[in-house]
């Protein structure tokens, strides 16, 4: 190979007239032969012979393209001819030789051969040229030339500073894109690059215009959209940081430096040309707006999120915002006051508008208020910028109107201590500006003038300065101000003393000359005209239907004729008669049922306030139009009079959908959210305030929402468009991006209809939540957020619940409707709960953590937990290892989400489990039983072994060992037992479950709590067993079971109220009390008997519970259920069997239970035949003896009766004689069920006197226990037969048996039986008593001096309990042979009239507290009474003792009803629910 032909070769096109490059031949010379070490020798001295034969080396660099950059580059330190590129290291020797022959270092050589390439690159032809980026072929060139320079780089070939400098010299063809390639690629960065140009002005010109000429390129073309993004957003993020950052660093002069002079400037004449183009009124599809419009998009805050120092950005935002609001200041305050309604935000130019926007998103409110006040005092301003910027931050920042409000009040406080005009002005335009907004944003400017001037409280009230002050002020504003503000003004003037009317006087002929000059009229102001709408004055006759309607609507909520109706018609009659009543008194067909308009008339018309002419004409018209409509056939109304508001609305709401697509254009959607509200007052039928102070403390009624087939379609419409929006915005930003917006269509639009809103969200929920896909799930589920966000301004939710008596946010009403009871509202809730908390924790990742916290629902939290646990076995496992920084968000938006993936995902992404540590979004022990109960085991997805799985996994594994911190139990089974007892027992009484009724005996069995009830059983054996354990090992157990404790505590809460609602739900207590002790082993009523001398087993609580509570609602007629006495009398056994001596611990016990609780021991005789087996094999598996002495002498007594009753000869009573009373009296009652003829006088002739007073007793608490209950086998006839043959008995023997009717006294040895019967009977003994009326010995009894009062005292008693009425409602059946109640006590009465004269003096003795009572109760029987007391044993006159009876039954009838309550009474027997 000769040097002569090489270069021809190279550069002649040859035959196939193509010119091939340098690359091109070698490669050729590689395929044909194959490189060894001998060989690439041999090639790398032929290719440095070649070089330096005096080639072009610039040429020769150009013609290296394309290599790959593990070919170019070589290893660092590597020999410049050792390499394997033979190419390249042979062009570094030329390069080398080329250096030594100019007498420059080869670095400098390299940096000029490179940047003279670059020039050239830029120059070459092509495709039709861009001033600004590269051609493919360009881009193609550039990148070879910049990794041979990078290995020339990484050989220390090559000066930056050299290149640096040689670049600049070739400006004028340099492109953009070549710089930026430049920095990108890391050849030089652009601050080194800039560092070293010679003139910073010059160089901050050709950015400049290059930037402009980048920004209209990406909005002009499609082309290259990408690379010229990357680019813009790279070059701004450059001079932000360097020419926005704090000089903190002393060492370096930052001052001396060329990049943050060139940064600064830079985008100091790019925000310069925006405002000039803005100025000048940009038009729509020129240059310079698409160049504003791009240059715009670069104040977005996720574009500085990876630039450090943070608060370069921030303070770039302020300083654009501060030039912005200082811009070209040439408009007076004057001027403002006249112009600034066309400066709101739905009127400004969308470009600053959208500007504003994205300015907010860096600056805190408080930040950008501060910022405001500091310019307004600092600096010349423009004001059309400064009141356009308010207007955008009430709208975009609700949190800052607040902060607004406080800025204007303290603008006044300045204004009149230093009687500041400048102060007043901003004070009045901040408030106007703000007020165009709407009442969602501020107060309307009449309620701000009101509140600041309208009392004796305002600024203006302090002296008579200050009024001059005020009204010099408004004088002064009249020339440029607007109608609607002097209406406003003149309709609620600035409160100022007598003394000086006259200023207030002047004010208001100057204001009323200037509406006369404008030609519009004060009178003829709307009710609710609100010049914060800033648009022109109405006419009063389109302004009043408006009027009509709000007040209607007012009306319709509040029941009350609104206050400004009633002030319109004193103070502003002449619009209240000439415009308002006519449209209110529109002629139409009345309905039938008043509606709301025409009960306001009727309202108006009581209220007189309709003069009664203008009344009759408007009743003569309806009566008209209903006979026309008669007349008439009915005519279809044309659909599209119905449709147009509807139709229109959905107009615009597809317009915002379309406008949330498009991320570019967020500035519109403030607007769209303003078309959208007025679209929904036309749709609705309302006016267009939404905010009137009148309704903003409405109760709302979500069952009944009351806006008809219009509103449902409505509310439909509203919540599809918030869906489908939130899925168009995802598509192109994530949820901390998309804006404001979704935050205004919530408190702007579905603020407005809330009650249908929530009304529909419970519907879809509970009823069609299986229908719903995706994105409607994950849209509901954003609304929920946005609602808990803003739940403090929005009403309560009253839904009729008990739950929500007091009122409920919207975000708790949604939260209430989500439950987990079957396996669709699982899925329901997995869904929805991930959605909710995925979107809050992107949506708010970027604020701080107590709004987070605002937004999330503590119930969401635990619900999601709770079920994600309870489906998802891979959650049980242990998280900590995994946790990962994903988020599920960007597949919930898909159709097809993957809800278990997502729901997974979340529940190992960090952000989470650090929520899952804050208390109150953790789902403790308590929170899972309760969800757990709520479960419906036949709709479950768990069957019912995995459903066993799980709830044992989540006690044993997870809530058990858990920390109480962490809501775990500690380790301690009792606290897991007791509070899984706990929440049983709140769950049996929650409304809840009220409202899914169960039988008493199912409370704790056919529910959700079966499976619960299984888990306590388990537990509490695996406690007893551990308590045994302890007590064998000498450590017995402390006094008092957990359980008892708890029942204790929840009765004292419950208190023991008189009431009947009161005691039934004391009553339904105690039931689950009982079925819970019966559900348990029954060791858990006696405490672990001691190894030492024989002693009765402590069971104190339990008998406690029996003898004070249970008997009075588990007992039938002095006995016990017989479940409840076997489960005593086994766990006796079974407690006693563990004892040194068994039969003596249990004969000390039931002794015990003789006086401590005698109901156990009658109930054991009740239940004795079904008892002995069960207990006998019980006893004899673990003893060889026979029973305990006293069981068998239960048996004794039933044997004992059973023999009397077969006229056996039969031993003595082996017990005490109550004991052998109660066995005959269920042996009687046994016999009666078998032999109704049966006769028992034999029986009771032979039985001592003791047995048949104690007989006597038990029979009567039969007969009574006949009337309360319905299901016992002995009749009331046959239970007061046997009453009559004892009473027989007893009267027929003289014995004492009147002491059974001396309720109060406490001596007569009856203790043990009144113990063994329920209250309720012993307080029905009176019934009893003059039930056997008739088998009196009324000459025995005469003779005894307690009778009478026996006969007073019962007869009071009666009359108390029927005057009382408390249980009517719950007799089971009427008295037999007595009539209705007030038949007995008409014969009661009678019967004591009569039995008063007879009577003997000694009768009369100690009777003072009775007639005391019977004075208020009886004033004829205690005159009675009192006469005969007096008299003594005077003869009585022969009608007192020959009255007739029928003459004295009508006088005792004629006062019983005059006791009784107005309506008739029957008798309130208590029924037992057992």
């Known amino acids: 190979m000769s040097g002569s032909w090489a270069p021809d070769a190279a550069r002649d096109p040859g035959p196939g007239g193509r010119r091939r490059s340098w690359s091109e031949l070698l490669a050729g010379r590689v395929k044909r032969q194959r490189p060894n070490p001998e060989r690439a020798e041999r090639l790398r001295e032929a290719a440095v012979r070649l070089l330096s034969r005096r080639q072009s080396l610039q040429d020769l660099l150009l013609e290296v393209e394309g290599a790959p950059r593990d070919r170019l580059v070589a290893p660092r330190g590597a020999a410049l001819l050792g390499g394997c590129q033979p190419f390249l290291c042979g062009w570094g020797s030329a390069l080398w030789e080329e250096a030594s022959r100019l007498g420059l270092p080869v670095g400098i050589l390299a940096a000029r051969m490179t940047a003279s390439g670059i020039g050239r690159i830029c120059e070459a032809l092509g495709e039709p040229r861009h001033p600004v980026l590269l051609n493919a072929e360009q881009r193609k060139k550039l990148s070879s030339l910049l990794e041979i320079a990078q290995y020339l780089l990484a050989n220390s070939m090559f000066c930056r500073l050299s290149f640096c400098q040689e670049l600049w010299k070739v400006q004028n063809s340099l492109l953009l894109e070549a710089v930026w390639c430049l920095h990108t690629q890391k050849t030089v960065s652009l601050p080194e ?185 600092t600096h010349e301003v423009n004001w059309q910028h400064v009141l356009s910027c308010v207007s955008a931050l009430g709208v975009c920042m609700p949190e800052a109107s607040q902060l607004v409000r406080d800025w204007a009040a303290r603008l006044l406080a300045r204004a009149f201590e230093s009687y500041d005009r400048d102060s007043l002005a901003t004070a009045f335009l901040v408030v106007r500006q703000a007020a165009l907004e709407g009442p969602s944003v501020f107060p309307s400017y009449a309620d701000w003038f009101k509140a600041s001037f309208g009392s004796a409280r305002g600024y203006h009230s302090r002296s008579r300065k200050a009024l001059v002050f005020l009204f010099k002020f408004l004088s002064d504003l009249v020339p440029f101000e607007a109608p609607r503000y002097l ?131 408007y009743r003569q018209a309806c009566s008209t139009a209903e006979e026309k409509q008669q007349e008439t056939p009915s005519m279809t109304a044309e659909p599209g009079s119905a449709e147009e508001p509807l139709g229109a609305l959905q107009a615009a709401l597809g317009a915002f959908r379309a406008v949330m697509a498009d991320p570019a254009r ?335 005996s199912a409370v704790l069995g056919d529910t959700g709590s079966r499976d619960l009830c299984s888990r ?39 208190g023991s109220g008189s009431t009947v609602a ?153 017990g005490p004689a109550w004991v052998s009373a109660a066995a005959l009296h269920f042996a009687i009652q046994q016999a009666v069920r078998e032999d109704a003829g049966r006769d028992f006088k034999g029986l009771l002739a032979c039985e001592g006197e003791e047995v048949l007073v104690f007989l006597f007793f038990f029979s009567l608490m039969g007969l009574l226990s006949c009337h309360v209950t319905s299901n016992e086998a002995v009749g009331p006839q046959k239970a007061l037969g046997i009453c009559a043959e004892i009473l027989g008995c007893l009267q027929k023997r003289r014995l004492p048996w009147l002491v059974l009717f001396q309720v109060t006294r406490t001596d007569t040895g009856l203790g043990p039986v009144r113990r063994a019967a329920p209250d309720q009977l012993v307080r029905l003994l009176p019934v009893a008593f003059f039930s056997l009326l008739g088998h009196f010995d009324r000459d025995a009894l005469l003779g005894d001096a307690a009778f009478l009062g026996v006969v007073v005292d019962m007869y009071l008693r009666l009359l108390q309990l029927f005057v009382a009425g408390e249980t009517s409602q719950s007799s089971a059946q009427p008295l037999q042979e007595q009539g209705d109640p007030l038949g007995l006590v008409t014969k009661a009465r009678v019967f004591l009239l009569q039995l008063i004269p007879q009577c003997p003096q000694k009768s009369f003795m100690n009777m003072e507290e009775l007639l005391a009572t019977c004075e208020d109760l009886d004033p004829e029987v205690n005159a009675a009474l009192l006469s005969r007391q007096q008299w003594g044993n005077l003869p009585l006159a022969p009608s007192h003792s020959t009255a007739e009876p029928a003459e004295t039954a009508r006088e005792a009838e004629t006062a019983a009803h005059v006791l009784s309550p107005a309506a008739p009474s029957r008798w309130a027997w208590r029924k037992d629910p057992a």
């Open 193 to 377: 690059l800039l560092e070293s140009c010679p003139s910073v002005q010059a160089v901050a010109a050709w950015l400049c215009w290059n930037l402009r000429l980048l920004c209209e390129q990406i909005e002009v073309s499609r082309q290259d959209t990408d690379v010229a993004s990357a680019m813009l957003s790279d070059f701004v993020r450059i001079f932000v940081l360097r020419g926005f950052q704090e000089n903190s660093d002393m060492k370096r002069n930052v001052e001396h430096e060329k990049t943050p002079q060139i940064a600064a400037a830079v985008l100091e004449r790019m925000l310069a040309f925006a405002l000039n183009a803005l100025a000048a009124g940009v038009q729509e599809g020129s240059s310079a707006h698409k160049t504003v419009r791009r240059w715009v998009t670069m104040f977005s805050g996720y574009l500085y999120c990876s630039v450090a120092p943070a608060d370069s950005p921030k303070r770039f935002f302020r300083h654009t915002l501060t030039q912005m609001l200082t811009h070209n200041p040439v408009l007076t305050v004057s001027d403002a006051v006249r112009m600034q309604r066309e400066w709101s935000f739905g009127r400004v130019h969308p470009l600053l508008t959208a500007w504003y926007c994205r300015l907010f998103v860096l600056l805190s409110p408080e930040e950008l208020v501060g910022l405001l006040q500091e310019v307004l005092e």
């Open 487 to 617: 209406q406003v003004h003149l309709l609620h003037p600035p409160l100022a003393p007598s003394k000086y009317r006259l200023l207030l006087t002047d004010y208001v002929a100057l204001a009323k000359t200037r509406l006369a000059d404008l030609k519009v009229s004060i009178e003829n102001t709307g009710l609710y005209e609100d010049p914060s709408s800033g648009g022109d004055v109405t006419e009063p006759h389109s302004q009043a239907p408006q009027d009509v309607e709000k007040a209607i609507m007012v009306f319709e909520h509040t029941g009350k004729i609104p206050a400004t109706v009633m002030e319109a018609s004193i103070f502003r009659r002449p619009y209240y008669l000439s415009h308002f009543l006519p449209a209110l008194l529109a002629p139409r067909v009345l309905p039938e049922v008043p509606d709301p308009r025409a009960a306001f008339i009727e309202s108006l018309k009581r209220a007189d306030k309709i003069p009664p002419s203008l009344y009759s004409t």
């Open 666 to 1000: 967020p500035d519109v959607v403030s607007a769209h959210i303003t078309v959208i509200s007025e679209r929904l007052s036309a749709a609705l039928g309302r006016s267009q305030d939404g905010g009137s102070s009148e309704m903003s403390k409405i109760q709302l009624d979500v069952p009944a929402p009351g806006l008809g087939q219009q509103g449902a379609k409505v509310v439909d419409l509203l919540l599809t468009s918030f869906c489908q929006n939130l899925m168009a915005a995802s598509s192109f930003a994530p949820p901390e991006r998309q804006g404001p917006w979704a935050v205004l269509f919530v408190r702007t639009v579905c603020g407005r209809v809330l009650p249908a809103v929530l009304g529909r969200l419970r519907q879809l929920l509970c009823h069609q939540g299986s229908s719903l896909r995706a994105p409607h799930v994950v849209g509901l589920a954003a609304l929920a957020v946005h609602l808990r966000e803003y739940a403090s301004v929005l009403p309560e939710v009253a839904t009729g619940t008990p739950t929500s008596a007091k009122g409920l946010s919207a975000a708790e009403f949604l939260d209430d409707v989500l439950t987990c009871r079957t396996a669709a509202s699982c899925l329901l809730s997995m869904k929805f709960c991930t959605a909710a908390v995925s979107y809050s924790l992107c949506r708010f990742s970027s604020e701080s953590r107590d709004t987070l916290y605002r937004s999330l629902s503590p119930s969401l939290m635990k619900k999601l937990q709770f079920v994600v646990l309870r489906l998802f076995s891979e959650a049980r496992e242990t998280v900590c290892p995994e946790v990962t920084a994903d988020t599920p968000w960007d597949s919930l938006r898909l159709p097809s989400a993957d809800w278990k993936r997502a729901a997974l995902c979340l529940w190992k992404q960090r952000a989470f489990q650090e929520l899952l540590k804050e208390k109150e979004f953790r789902l403790t022990y308590r929170d899972w039983l309760q969800l757990e109960l709520e479960i419906q085991p036949e709709a479950d997805t768990l069957s019912d072994t995995e459903r066993r799985d799980f709830q044992q996994w989540a006690i044993h594994q997870h809530f058990l060992p858990g920390p109480s911190a962490a809501g775990g139990c500690d380790g301690d089974l009792e606290t897991a037992c007791s509070a899984l007892v706990q929440v049983l027992l709140d769950f049996c009484q929650s409304s809840w479950h009220f409202r899914h009724p169960q039988s008493p």
């Open 1016 to 1054: 306590l059983q388990e537990m509490v054996t695996d406690l007893e067993l551990e308590r045994a354990g302890a007590a064998g090992g000498a450590q017995p157990r402390p006094r008092g079971h957990f359980l008892f404790g708890i029942f204790h505590t929840r009765l004292q809460a419950l």
């Open 1062 to 1214: 009161s005691r039934l739900l004391r009553e339904q207590e105690l039931l689950m009390y009982r079925r819970l002790l019966l559900s348990l082993p029954a060791s858990i009523l006696f405490a672990s008997p001691g190894m030492g001398e024989p002693a009765a087993v402590d069971c104190e609580e339990f008998l406690h519970l029996v003898d004070s509570e249970l008997r009075h609602v588990c007992s039938r007629g002095g006995a016990l259920s017989h479940d409840l006495t076997a489960h005593f009398l086994r766990g006796l056994l079974c407690a006693c069997l563990r004892c040194r001596d068994p039969p003596r611990t249990a004969d000390l016990t039931l002794r015990a239970c003789e006086t401590r609780c005698p109901v156990i021991l009658t109930s054991a005789l009740l239940w004795w035949p079904r008892l002995e087996p069960v207990l006998s094999w019980q006893w004899a598996r673990s003893s060889q003896g026979p029973l305990p002495q006293e069981l068998q002498r239960l048996q004794e007594s039933l044997q004992r009766a059973s023999s009397l009753l077969s006229l056996d000869a039969a031993p003595p009573a082996p």
